[in-house]
């Protein structure tokens, strides 16, 4: 009866996790993190692949296992690497010079036991590659788990779950072998915890109480992450301070430049607001993502 209801829900956790790839894709479809996307489907496909074998496990060697976890794990850091190349002009080279390395080279060391995995052993990381797993997570992770407003609880889960799986297969620490028949019980929480990643990437969610520029802004902060959103933000008001703007670009978006100064009103108006942010932002979005928010805010302010 136990078997089953794991069975259940690891079944449920997958086809969870595909609905949010379809999200994912349909919402990046304006941007340049399409390529994310695709790394996000690689991901869940691997993940899918691992739950079959867990479901499976009494046919599968301990090892093998091990090593289709840690190949999820390292897939799960695929996307997020690939938002920091996320600019056109340079998406096939970043896919195929840094994340497809990276790829390798995290693996390089599982794969390199994976005869005696095949034979009954268990697969067991030695220091230094845990330590560039590490590295490796929190550089790709962190520019969703620390924003320009604090921290992101479900990019910290999600940190939390694939460093619990990964650095578990320390020599010694390996949790699925310490849990012995509980091993599905132990993998059900796992893939219902990184489930969160569609969370980390709900962008479908739209900044609904933020108008015009300030809901683009906000927006683009969800979609692409700290890095790009302070490489922006400094861009714009470089722009700003040269060209005398009233206002200054702040993480809730649009603010006067000097508080003892009389308010400027809206930054819409300005041209040069609307000219500076789609010049900005043509590197990573469509018009249509800017005009689909921009035409969004103007029925709201109407009241419709």
């Keep these: 009866m136990l078997e089953m209801l794991v069975a259940t829900m690891l079944i449920q956790a997958v086809a969870f996790g595909w609905y ?33 074998a867990t479901l499976f496990k009494s046919r599968v060697q301990p090892g093998i296992l091990d090593q289709l976890w840690y190949l999820t794990a390292v897939s799960a850091l695929c996307p997020f690497v690939a938002v920091l190349g996320a600019r056109r002009g340079r998406l096939l080279e970043w896919s195929l010079f840094i994340v497809l390395p990276l ?21 067991e990381l030695e220091t230094p590659a845990l330590i560039a797993f590490g590295v490796v997570m929190l550089m790709s992770m ?18 939390g779950t694939w460093g619990f799986l990964v ?47 300030d809901r683009v802004w906000l927006d683009y902060q969800k979609f692409f992450g700290t890095v790009w959103t302070l490489r922006l933000m400094a861009r714009i008001n470089e722009v700003a301070q040269r060209d005398q703007w009233p206002w200054r670009l702040t993480p809730n978006g649009m603010q006067p430049a000097t508080h003892d100064a009389p308010h400027p009103g809206s930054s819409t108006a300005d041209p ?16 249509e993502w800017i005009d689909e928010r921009l035409t969004a805010s103007t029925v709201r302010a109407a009241g419709g």
């Design 142 to 159: 962190g520019n969703y788990a620390v924003d320009l407003n604090g921290l992101s609880l479900k990019a910290i889960l999600w940190i």
């Design 20 to 52: 949010g790839v379809a999200r994912l894709t349909r919402s990046v479809r304006h941007t340049s993190l399409t390529s994310a996307a695709a790394w996000a489907a690689w991901f869940q496909t691997t993940l899918t692949i691992t739950t079959i």
């Design 167 to 213: 650095f578990g297969l320390a020599p010694g620490v390996n949790w699925m072998q310490l849990s012995g028949e509980n091993l599905p019980q132990v993998v059900a929480i796992v893939v219902f915890q990184i489930t969160v990643w569609q969370y980390v990437f709900a962008i479908s969610q739209r900044n609904s109480r933020y108008l015009d520029w």
């Design 103 to 123: 790829i390798v080279v995290l693996e390089w060391p599982a794969l390199a036991q994976l005869t005696r995995c095949w034979h009954g052993q268990r697969l």
């Design 272 to 287: 040069r607001v609307d000219q500076t942010f789609r010049w900005l932002l043509k590197p990573f979005v469509d018009s």
